[in-house]
């Protein structure tokens, strides 16, 4: 008998194929004497849609709604139905005793291998394959200790609880703000909570007002110090304090109140887990989140460099002790072995900080594999980021960084000045960064500049020093900085919104459904947004309702909580939020609407952002008029200023303005300027049916004319 391998996508399936023998290449698998590898193409069943439990879901009316079966049924997605046929005939093979699931080892491979097996009725043995790098060691190691199906029940309970959920919620709230307000809003448990922080912090930065200020800096000769209030706050609100305190300490001494030096210890920074890493490449390189994830599934699957990338933990578990230096000696190459080759000659001290079990759930940290690396092969964005995860892997073998830390405070009498300063003894860590000490913390927003890190002279308690002048220096309250994809991805951890995995999905989505947008770096909430999150319910608004829900899916994954509560409990929730939706008193005004008109139902068009640059689209439901947002010149020159005029569309047709001018001119159809791409399309077209002798002028002719009938 045979074992059916079902693998995620073709890649990996070609991977496990090439390690476990199946060489015979099949359309939509490959054969071996022992196993036939498979693969999904993502989900190839999912959750049926409310059509397919009542035809009268097709049109969507909030009478009908919330639509909540009892029992949630299963269907065959349409776009990849040609591979779940082929799946289905292998499971159904008499020669397949055995299936090993191969997916992604995580809660969505778990649920979309065992909705595959449920939809085809897959009755015989099943088992695991738990493995966190694509090598070849690894893929063999996996199969050699295949684990039992029956073990990861509570993990695909725990998926398929969190997708009815999301059916649930989703689809309700969505349909249900869709036709009550007359406009595409979409509504989610994670999706809304997400845009509702955004929202908030538009809120404070729009109730914020600047106050101007001023802060006073004196030279004391070897260092310079800041002037402090008793509250130690060093801004001055009140510019006539400001004369008043530099006229009654200018030129007078002072004396050394107190020096302050402790030493400081740093740990190395912990293995980084998807989050993380997400955050600084967004930090350093202005990657996205859904970037970081693309690119780092590159380096994982294809590249095989680094382990499992949607990871939640930060540690590795104590079985990988004995791998980690033969992992160190495939990075010591380039601009690491200077780093890693001093490592490799001695015994690598191990701590809690690096290995820990207990806090590993199911897969460890972001590592290097053993795979030896070729950097020449990797394109730019997959270079910077394994950059970050091998310097963030060495660095966890290296001593802490250590310096002084020494504060200092000078009493002019009544008045304080402070000033702190910084000296390294050890670099540790820091070595591997070059011996960065630069402060990557997104929400730091200090408006004084006495943080900054002086070199300061030796000095000493009672020593005397005399103000030699002072500096005044103007500055502005400034509001909380808008989330940065960084800042943004560190509150949807910090308040459980999604998982590891899901968060740059869930801020790609709101993107592309035009409620926030990307100004630079930062993420602004649109005009449909604004409305939006004043349209949802306040308990979907709510970061702490989505949390408590994730913190129940992963109690239904560990076994500690049971499905059927926690769906009964969605289900109350969905018919409490389309009933707000139902009740509600409020109007949408669309945000977008530009001051063109739809040619076929003058209505005013809507200007909407796509892959290929803004567009017009006419909101009338059975219209479904389009086009592009952007200028477009015709040939035609105006006649008082020779410049190219604009094409529009109306009613009678296709016409041509000066809009500075205010001349419009209609073109004829029959005399419509033909480009030269047109001309050479149209010259391949009928060359072949033409003479050798005929010439382009006679093709061009030839083609008009055909084009003309």
């Not at 999706?191 to 800096?217: H, K, V, W």
């Not at 000296?423 to 070595?431: D, H, L, M």
């Not at 800042?487 to 590891?500: D, I, N, V, W």
């Not at 389309?578 to 945000?591: D, L």
Request: with cysteine; aromatic share 6%.
């Amino acid at each position: 008998m045979k074992t059916l391998v079902l693998a995620e996508k073709p890649s990996v399936a070609r991977e496990i194929a090439r390690v476990m023998g199946a060489r015979d290449k099949h359309k939509s698998y490959m054969e071996g004497p022992k196993y036939i590898v498979t693969w999904a193409l993502g989900h190839l069943v999912g959750l049926a849609e409310p059509e397919d439990y009542d035809k009268k879901y097709a049109t969507w009316s909030l009478e009908d709604l919330p639509i909540l079966p009892e029992r949630t049924k299963l269907k065959v997605l349409k776009e990849t139905n040609h591979q779940y046929k082929a799946v289905q005939q292998l499971m159904k093979r008499q020669d397949v005793g055995e299936l090993v699931i191969a997916t992604d080892a995580a809660r969505e491979g778990e649920l979309l291998a065992r909705w595959i097996m449920q939809m085809a009725q897959w009755k015989k043995p099943f088992k695991r394959l738990w493995i966190s790098s694509q090598t070849d060691k690894a893929i063999k190691d996996g199969f050699a200790a295949l684990k039992p199906g029956s073990q990861f029940d509570r993990l695909y309970e725990s998926a398929r609880c969190r997708a009815e959920a999301d059916w649930m919620i989703g689809l309700n709230v969505t349909r249900a703000l869709t036709v009550r307000f007359n406009a595409q809003l979409s509504a989610g448990r994670v999706q809304t909570p997400t845009l509702g922080m955004i929202m908030d912090r538009e809120n404070e930065i729009n109730g914020f007002r600047s106050q101007e200020y001023e802060t006073l800096t004196a030279d004391l000769g070897g260092f310079q110090a800041v002037w402090r209030a008793a509250g130690g706050d060093s801004r001055i609100f009140d510019p006539q304090e400001t004369q008043a305190l530099m006229k009654r300490i200018d030129g007078r001494k002072g004396t050394i109140a107190q020096v302050k030096k402790s030493e400081k210890v740093e740990p190395h920074p912990l293995a980084y887990d998807l989050t993380e890493l997400q955050r600084d490449a967004n930090r350093k390189y202005g990657f996205s989140a859904k970037q970081t994830s693309n690119v780092l599934q590159r380096l994982y699957e294809q590249h095989k460099l680094v382990t499992y990338p949607r990871t939640d933990s930060r540690y590795l578990t104590s079985d990988m002790t004995g791998t980690l230096k033969e992992r160190l000696d495939s990075v010591a190459i380039g601009p690491y072995a200077s780093l890693a080759r001093p490592l490799l000659r001695k015994n690598l001290n191990i701590t809690k900080r690096i290995v820990d079990d207990s806090k590993v759930t199911d897969h460890h940290a972001i590592i290097p594999t053993e795979q030896t690396v070729l950097l020449n092969q990797l394109n730019p964005e997959e270079r910077k980021l394994y950059d970050l995860i091998v310097r963030r892997f060495i660095s966890l073998f290296y001593p802490a960084a250590k310096y002084d830390s020494v504060a200092i405070t000078v009493q002019v009498g009544n008045d304080s000045f402070h000033v702190k300063g910084t000296t390294v003894k050890e670099s540790g860590w820091r070595e591997v960064y070059g011996g960065d000490y630069s402060d990557d913390d997104d929400e730091r927003t200090d408006d004084s500049s006495d943080h900054e890190r002086a070199l300061l002279p030796d000095v000493l308690q009672g020593q005397s020093v005399t103000i030699q002048r002072c500096h005044i220096k103007s500055g502005r309250t400034m509001p909380p900085k808008r989330y940065t994809e960084a800042a943004l991805l560190s509150q949807m951890e910090k308040h459980g919104l999604g998982t590891p995995a899901t968060r740059a999905d869930i801020i790609e989505k709101l993107v592309s459904s035009d409620t926030i947008d990307r100004q630079g770096n930062s993420m602004h909430p649109t005009g449909k947004g604004k409305q939006l999150i004043e349209l949802a319910a306040p308990q979907l608004r709510s970061p702490e309702l989505t949390a408590r829900w994730e913190a129940e899916l992963e109690r239904i994954a560990r076994g500690q909580g049971k499905p059927e509560p926690f769906l009964d409990s969605i289900r109350s929730m969905a018919k409490e939020l389309v009933s707000t939706v139902k009740g509600s008193k409020a109007e949408y005004k669309p945000h977008n609407v530009s001051n063109s008109h739809c040619p076929d139902c003058n209505a005013r068009l809507l200007e909407k952002k796509g892959k290929r640059g803004k567009f017009l689209v006419c909101p009338t439901e059975d219209c479904g008029y389009r086009r592009s947002a952007e200028k477009r010149l015709s040939n035609r020159r105006c006649a008082q200023c020779h410049k190219k005029m604009e094409i529009k569309e109306g009613k009678a047709g296709l016409y041509v303005q000066c809009l500075p001018c205010g001349i419009t001119e209609t073109l004829d159809k029959d005399k419509q300027h033909v480009n030269k791409r047109d001309q050479q399309k149209l010259v391949k077209q009928y060359a072949k049916q033409e003479s050798i002798g005929s010439n382009l002028g006679d093709l061009l002719k030839a083609a008009m004319e055909k084009k003309g009938e």
